[in-house]
């Protein structure tokens, strides 16, 4: 059985994302396109239904933004948010204009049709008012022909149309963001009801999927190779490689000194678990102690973005040493690479560089090895339902992001292996404690950071003078934004009091209240 899939149309949308995801959350398999996909692009996908999203721009532009005129008829139920129902407005004979007031934030949505017929069911379920996001400054002036009025909000009189019969339907609020309660109906109505769709794209099959799709792609032999961060993306790329192509799967873990506490250990004991419910074979994963080479490279060295740049360097030497020694066979290098990624990559514009990311972008093309990228269109939640679909213990696939560096980037100032030693056991005490109080799993992530200044102390009737730790946790959906978290009281003192008794050199704890902007998540 084939899944039945969505077409999103990208406008530019700074909420792109989430109602592709909002549509998979449906259980309906979404991809996004240019907003001007050709139709044999479209056509060769073969969606049954398509969503033309928002957009920064304006349809009042001297040459706006627009779809291709084939859509129009191209045979499936549409959808149109935000600007897409502006955009479907003007293509059709309708009129669009600056709105009198614009609106920003929540408003009402009061319908002013029954719904059943004249909506074809968009609005089942509805209340006759209801609280949504808005945010626009044009609107719909005039509906074009064919079109009826479904309903209106405080500052728009056009909140939402529809031609039943040619199966076109927008709304001038945004459905996907959570601020609009009743956003996960109107998808289910759409998608559902009025497209009729199958909702397939469940954890299981997707996982099947990607197994099945791996193995098809990577028939012809060879081993591959896997680069393990200890993260969750590769440790999933793994387990479905691993179901896939067996032992002809190559997983090298590069050990630079700046991993977690026992990382090398939870990742092969979490490979245990996916083993048991699996194929009861481990996959092989060699660990290389790189961490001479590491803390050699970076020695002396306090400038952020050299600490990145020299990481990434030694991470793709110390790779293909390893490969070009003990891996003659490989032929694939694979990737934990995810959609977000891919959707943002595609995007014009790109937002400025804040953080020179570690990745091993530039090793496929010097080791000349075919990229294998099995995860690249699942978001990060569908990436951690799969690892456990495939039996990744719970808590290792709802870990909190790390970066590539490492606790690099949250020692200030000259990496050592003595500061990384302290900074790992204070990070060790902090997430054991955030565990053990049960907060863990209700924060997106936690990190302690050490500061590269001292601060004069008393241990043991002793004056000491060391070097400080800061905590952090926070909250955050897409990583772009954070808000810190207010952590139980009882909680931070234990972390407070365990990190000054058990991490040697470490008379200070503080904890850091900023969210982001304008800090980062992470210190460097
Ligand atoms: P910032 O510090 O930019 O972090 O607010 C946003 C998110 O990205 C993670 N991060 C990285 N992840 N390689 C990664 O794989 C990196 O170089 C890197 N730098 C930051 C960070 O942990 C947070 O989740």
């Given at each position: 059985?084939?899944?039945?899939k ?8 700074q ?14 398999y ?8 050709s ?5 060769g ?9 928002g957009s ?16 129009w ?7 149109g ?25 929540y ?5 002013d ?5 004249a ?20 609107e ?5 022909a064919g ?8 500052n ?8 039943v ?6 709304v001038q609020h945004?459905p ?11 998808f ?19 996982s ?5 799709k ?9 081993d ?6 200890g ?13 896939a ?7 090298v ?5 700046l ?17 048991e ?14 961490r ?8 002396g060295?306090?400038d952020p ?5 020299i ?6 030497e ?13 032929k ?13 990559s ?10 020179t ?16 990228e ?6 990060k939640?569908?990436?951690r ?8 213990p ?27 030693d ?41 004056r ?19 808000t810190?978290?207010?952590l ?19 008379s ?12 980062t998540?992470e210190?460097?």
């Amino acid at each position: 059985m084939l899944d039945d899939k969505v077409a999103v149309l990208d406008f530019g949308s700074q909420y792109t994302q989430l109602i592709v995801r909002r549509v998979r959350e449906v259980g309906v398999y979404c991809e996004v396109f240019g907003h001007d996909v050709s139709e044999d692009v479209l056509r060769g996908f073969g969606p049954k239904s398509i969503i033309l999203t928002g957009s920064p721009r304006s349809t009042m532009e001297e040459s706006p933004l627009k779809p291709g005129e084939f859509i129009w008829s191209f045979g499936v139920p549409i959808l149109g948010v935000c600007y897409g129902m502006q955009v479907m407005a003007m293509c059709l004979g309708g009129r669009t204009g600056k709105s009198e007031k614009s609106e920003f934030g929540y408003s009402e949505l009061s319908l002013d049709v029954e719904t059943g017929q004249a909506d074809g069911g968009l609005f089942k379920d509805f209340p006759v008012t209801s609280r949504v996001w808005m945010s626009h400054g044009d609107e719909v002036s005039q509906l074009p022909a064919g079109f009826s009025k479904l309903a209106h909000s405080q500052n728009c009189c056009y909140g939402a149309m529809a031609n039943v019969e040619r199966q076109l339907f927008a709304v001038q609020h945004h459905p996907e963001v959570t601020e609009t309660a009743t956003g996960g109906v109107l998808f289910e109505n759409f998608l559902l009801g009025i497209c009729g769709l199958r909702a397939t794209w469940t954890p299981a099959r997707i996982s099947q999927q990607m197994i099945d799709k791996a193995a098809e792609e990577l028939k012809e032999g060879g081993d591959v190779l896997l680069g393990l961060s200890g993260g969750v993306d590769s440790s999933v790329v793994a387990v479905i490689l691993h179901r896939a192509i067996g032992p002809r799967l190559k997983c090298v873990m590069i050990d630079h000194g700046l991993m977690r506490s026992d990382e090398s250990k939870n990742v092969v004991e979490a490979f245990r678990a996916a083993s048991e419910a699996g194929s009861g074979m481990l996959p092989e994963v060699h660990v290389v102690d790189a961490r001479e080479q590491f803390f050699s490279a970076l020695k002396g060295v306090t400038d952020p973005e050299a600490k990145r740049r020299i990481i990434g360097r030694e991470f793709v030497e110390a790779f293909d040493r390893e490969v070009v020694t003990k891996y003659p066979n490989v032929k694939y290098l694979a990737q934990g690479t995810i959609y977000p990624d891919v959707i943002e990559s595609a995007k014009v514009g790109n937002a400025a560089l804040i953080k020179t990311h570690h990745n091993v972008g530039g090793l496929p093309e010097k080791m000349k090895l075919k990229l294998v990228e099995p995860i690249r269109m699942l978001f990060k939640d569908e990436v951690r339902r799969v690892g456990e679909i495939l039996g990744l213990p719970h808590d290792f696939v709802w870990r909190h992001p790390f970066p590539g560096p490492g606790l690099a980037v949250r020692i200030l100032g000259e990496v050592t292996p003595e500061r990384a030693d302290k900074l790992r056991k204070a990070d060790d005490i902090f997430i054991k404690e955030l565990f053990r109080a049960g907060c863990y799993h209700n924060i997106s992530q936690a990190l302690a950071a050490l500061i590269p200044s001292k601060a004069v102390g008393v241990k043991g009737d002793e004056r000491v003078y060391e070097e400080m730790i800061s905590l952090r946790a926070i909250h955050t959906t897409d990583f772009m934004t954070a808000t810190v978290v207010d952590l139980p009281h009882q909680l931070l003192v234990n972390v407070v009091r365990r990190i000054t008794n058990e991490v040697p050199g470490i008379s200070r704890v503080l904890y850091d209240y900023t969210d982001k902007p304008p800090a980062t998540i992470e210190y460097e």
